[in-house]
């Protein structure tokens, strides 16, 4: 099993910038990869971003240019750099981890609201 916890979520101006972070615990050596997804109201969850643990990565093409995704393998953390925010990233943001076999894992998911 591997618990997920996020933060960092908020409101936000447009243009503005936001840090999410996502704390794993438990059977950390079976996660092959990490990401990041989100819901906006009313849309199909989608991938934003995610990072293998060899270190590839791969974005949404909305996203690209703005947003980066880390690792810290030290810490078990994962996080989501958001820059020049759009009111169209308004959604709830989840941190996921697939294992190499088995179901992939959810975090509770974090608000991020862009408003003027």
């Known amino acids: 099993q591997v618990q997920l916890v996020e933060s960092g979520g908020g409101v936000v101006q447009p243009g503005g910038s936001l840090r999410l972070s996502c704390a794993a615990s438990?059977?950390?050596?079976?996660?092959?990869?990490m990401g990041w997804y989100r819901r906006a109201p009313g849309k199909q969850r989608e991938l934003v971003a995610s990072?293998?643990?060899?270190?590839?990565?791969n974005y949404a093409d909305s996203v690209k240019g703005r947003f980066t995704i880390s690792s810290d393998n030290a810490k078990n953390t994962v996080a989501l750099q958001m820059n020049s925010l759009k009111p169209e990233d308004t959604a709830v943001y989840y941190c996921?981890?697939?294992?190499?076999?088995?179901?992939?894992?959810w975090g509770q998911g974090t608000q991020v609201i862009v408003s003027s």
């Open positions: 990072m293998t643990r060899g270190g590839t990565t």
């Open positions: 996921n981890a697939s294992p190499w076999l088995g179901i992939d894992y």
């Open positions: 438990g059977s950390i050596f079976s996660i092959n990869a």
